[in-house]
């Protein structure tokens, strides 16, 4: 029998179906919608084993709910702004828009050869004024409704790039190019007032029933709501300042209260301008950076001054009032008390500046002259130590006391706080979404006329410039508004911006007025299903909530919803990791192994490698396989059923070769097998009813559906070589028409996940009909057999398998004839019976 010859099966269906526009999103929005959207990839230049997985699994479902008779939307698009094209036109003397439109040809190749059931009609690209001028009008939108606004804040500065840094790009303390040690420096930005919205993020999460619990924690946790207490603290000293407001969750330390410590930016700060060791220790705080990691990390320095500050619950009590690196305006009221015996970072502090540190909180296992000593005590525990409210658990009893106290003597209130800052969506690149604001000679804020939408950046540009590359474009910053010429600002938007709305796009790509049609979105959203990585489950998640909240602001045509109902994350592709000798990165075609336990390089046998542990396969350890290579060597079909098969989607996988080759002998199996079916089809034979195959299809049919609604894609092949031995087995055995309609149906169910075999096999049945999803005839799942349980006396003596539904009488007679318990009565009468139907049978005898 002929070998299935996967390169000539795959490029006719790949032609087929984009010939047909088989995956065309219909336009009758009176059918059931299904929106299935993967998380749009970075073109960076070609596809790896993770998008193979991603893409694989929404195609899995798509391809499943278009059988069962949705209207399917399942589109594609780049995310296709952001630095990593910037830096390697930049590295490479390239323009940025020819080094990604490139990588995207490359990578929608790649994508094709994996036949996904992709609408390429609805393709985006945020990286084109088709798309970006809808987002600067959104931008004017949001601007229009308060939702957008311009301060100064601090930002991780590179003095050598002389940039500003996104967290994620300062690595240990520096910039991820430079090197240099990142500063902290004031900067007027662009801000997205998406803390408006707190509680409204919050609560939504509560209906997010199909979300990943894990997802939603992380988001709540970000969110951070917190019950505390604004404190007012009195303030003795040599300045006209009668008190200092704080915020804490802690109110119940107060008792263990050793300092005050302040943001350099506080208003207090305002009495030290020209104090010169102020300035110096001001300059010094710059270095620490923005990030909490940075802070986390930084050693701990203050300010003393000659202020100090009076413990409200405790007037006996006066401690020092500092200004200290670690307090950031941006928290509360950028300051903070310190209780060293109970958070490690204020105990820190007060080792170095030799400030008391008093214990007021005990574990529940310990006495009262338990004593902090080496590192702070923060778990929960019982108060000592701290008057009324010693004895007390904490955190809960002791913190509610403490803040009833506050209340009731005017020294403090109950407040909700949020961790949730706003979005900082200034960037000082030059690929991206420009922003479509200009100033006046006076400096004041000019909208960009909607009309004079899109403002495109200027192409072929040296981008070898310090700091910002559209700083030094004179004739692109000039434009005329109102016959003014006005400047134009030169930051981009963050690209998490262009990552959240592109959902939004695609219900309406053609679009022209507006983002979006309306209609389109009343039908289409939410996404019914997203699939993803959890390294994007909070920003990227939590800014497209706040996105869609912020277009119903004050929009009563816009219905607020959350953007996807469903959401799923899928576990990373990982692979051993290798190293030579002098610690290089080596990939696994520099390495080969003879004995699966010794490895050596193939460069020179003799040298040895070092294997280490399985990692998510990444560029930058080297362990990555070529998608492309593996599609050509076994076939797209044998790709997609090795990376669902090993493990549930949601945890990793692990890549090996030997998987590889059995998912492609499975594939050239079941090509054999076909053609057997094929064959027998063909034969003459008398039509008849044959219920073991049907059975097994219709109980196959319930177990397909129930697991592709579960994502559990790693059972379903576990079934496919189950099918298999049972087809073997049942090819002679099974009346013709019989083995034609089952065999479709099961070809019709591995459709999904391997669409270029079974499109060949349908074809070589002949079959002109479009397929749909099988139903489930109920009838042939029903058991005719039950296992009873027989008791004797109350004692299991067996198990039977009878009848299903028996009347007592004849279930009685039949157990009877049981040889093992026939034996057990030896003619012994039958006292009276107990019957649990279907279940147990209890036969007591004398």
Not at 152 to 173: M, R, S
Not at 470 to 483: A, C, S, Y
Not at 684 to 692: A, F, L, T, Y
Request: net charge positive.
């Amino acid at each position: 029998m002929d070998r299935y010859n996967f390169k000539l099966v795959e490029e006719k269906w790949q032609k087929f179906w984009e010939k047909n526009q088989t995956f065309k999103s219909g336009a009758d929005k009176n059918k059931k919608k299904f929106y299935c959207l993967e998380m749009f990839p970075y073109p960076s230049g070609k596809i790896h084993m993770g998008h193979v997985r991603n893409y694989t699994i929404g195609d899995v479902l798509a391809r499943y709910k278009k059988l069962q008779g949705f209207n399917v939307l399942h589109p594609m698009g780049w995310d296709s702004f952001g630095m990593p094209a910037e830096n390697a036109a930049r590295e490479n003397n390239l323009d940025p828009k020819d080094w990604t439109e490139k990588n995207i040809s490359t990578m929608k190749t790649q994508l094709k050869k994996l036949g996904l059931s992709i609408d390429w009609d609805r393709e985006i690209s945020t990286c084109s004024p088709d798309y970006y001028k809808h987002q600067q009008n959104f931008f004017l939108e949001l601007f229009d409704k308060g939702l957008v606004y311009r301060k100064e804040n601090y930002v991780n500065w590179d003095p050598i790039d002389q940039t500003v840094l996104a967290n994620e790009q300062v690595i240990d303390g520096k910039g991820w190019r430079s090197g240099a040690q990142v500063e902290r420096k004031k900067l007027s930005q662009w801000f997205f007032n998406i803390s408006k919205f707190s509680e409204q993020l919050l609560d939504g999460l509560n209906n997010l029933s199909e979300w990943p619990n894990k997802v939603k924690v992380m988001q709540k946790n970000w969110i951070g709501k917190s019950y505390g207490c604004e404190i007012d603290f009195k303030i003795e000293g040599d300045l006209p300042i009668k008190n200092i407001k704080c915020y804490t969750t802690r109110p119940d330390t107060l008792f263990g209260f050793s300092f005050l410590a302040l943001s350099v930016d506080h208003p207090l700060s305002k009495y030290f301008e020209k104090n010169p060791e102020f300035q110096n220790f001001k300059s010094e705080c710059s270095k620490t950076g923005t990030t909490e990691e940075s802070i986390a990390q930084a050693e701990k320095i203050g300010f003393k001054t000659n202020l100090q500050a009076i413990n409200p619950i405790d007037p006996k009590m006066k401690v020092p009032v500092y200004f200290a690196n670690f307090v950031l305006m941006d928290y509360g009221f950028g300051a903070v008390f310190g209780c060293p015996a109970h958070d490690q970072r204020d105990f820190e502090f007060a080792k170095k500046y030799k400030l008391n540190i008093k214990t007021v909180v005990r574990p529940e296992d310990q006495s009262d002259d338990y004593l902090v000593k080496n590192a702070a005590f923060e778990e929960n525990g019982v108060m000592i130590n701290s008057s009324f409210l010693n004895g007390l658990k904490t955190p809960g009893e002791a913190i509610e006391k403490s803040i009833d106290y506050l209340t009731k003597n005017n020294l403090g209130k109950k407040k909700i706080n949020f961790r949730l800052k706003d979005w900082g969506i200034s960037r000082q690149r030059y690929w991206g979404c420009p922003i479509p604001i200009a100033y006046d000679k006076s400096g004041n804020i000019v909208k960009v006329p909607r009309k004079m939408l899109p403002i495109k950046l200027p192409e072929k540009i040296n981008l070898n410039t310090k700091g910002n590359p559209l700083d030094h474009q004179k004739k692109w910053k000039e434009i005329k508004i109102n016959g003014e010429i006005c400047i134009l600002d030169t930051d981009t938007l963050d690209t998490f911006v262009d990552s959240s709305w592109y959902f939004l796009r695609f219900c309406s790509p053609s679009e022209n007025e507006y983002g979006f049609d309306s209609e389109d979105i009343k039908y289409w959203m939410p996404v019914d299903q997203y699939i993803g990585g959890v390294e994007h489950a909070i920003l990227h998640l939590l800014y497209s909530r706040f996105f869609m909240q912020a277009l119903a602001f004050k929009n009563s045509n816009f219905i607020p919803t959350e953007p996807f109902k469903g959401l799923f994350t899928q576990g990373m592709v990982c692979h051993e990791t290798y190293k030579d000798e002098n610690n290089n990165w080596l990939s696994p075609d520099e390495v080969f192994s003879e004995d699966g336990k010794n490895f050596f390089e193939n460069k020179n046998k003799q040298k040895k490698v070092i294997v280490g542990p399985s990692e998510s396969m990444s560029k930058s350890k080297k362990n990555t396989i070529d998608p492309e290579r593996i599609i050509s060597q076994y076939g797209a079909d044998s790709v997609r059923l090795f990376i669902l098969s090993d493990s549930p989607p949601e945890k990793d996988v692990q890549w090996s070769d030997q998987g590889m080759i059995a998912s492609y002998k499975f594939v050239q199996k079941f090509w054999l097998l076909h053609q057997k079916i094929i064959e027998h089809i063909n034969k003459k034979d008398i039509d008849g009813e044959d219920n073991e195959l049907t059975i097994y299809t219709n109980k196959l049919i319930e177990k397909f559906t129930q697991s592709l609604e579960k994502f559990n894609l790693n059972v379903i092949i576990a079934y496919l070589h189950e099918t298999y031995n049972f087809l073997n087995k049942e090819i002679n055995k099974t009346k013709i028409n019989n083995l034609k309609d089952n065999y479709l149906k099961i070809l019709t169910l591995m459709f999904p996940l391997l669409p270029h075999l079974v499109s060949e096999c349908i074809n070589g049945l002949k079959i002109s009909d479009k397929i749909k999803w099988p139903s489930v005839e109920k009838k042939y799942l029903e058991e005719k057999f039950v296992n009873i349980v027989i008791q004797i006396n109350g004692k299991k003596k067996s198990l039977i398998k009878i009848e299903k539904d028996l009347e007592d009488k004849q279930l009685i007679e039949s157990i009877k004839k049981d040889t093992k318990i026939s034996s057990i009565l030896n003619n012994k009468g039958i006292f009276k019976h107990i019957i649990v139907k279907n279940k147990l049978v209890n036969l007591i005898i004398k």
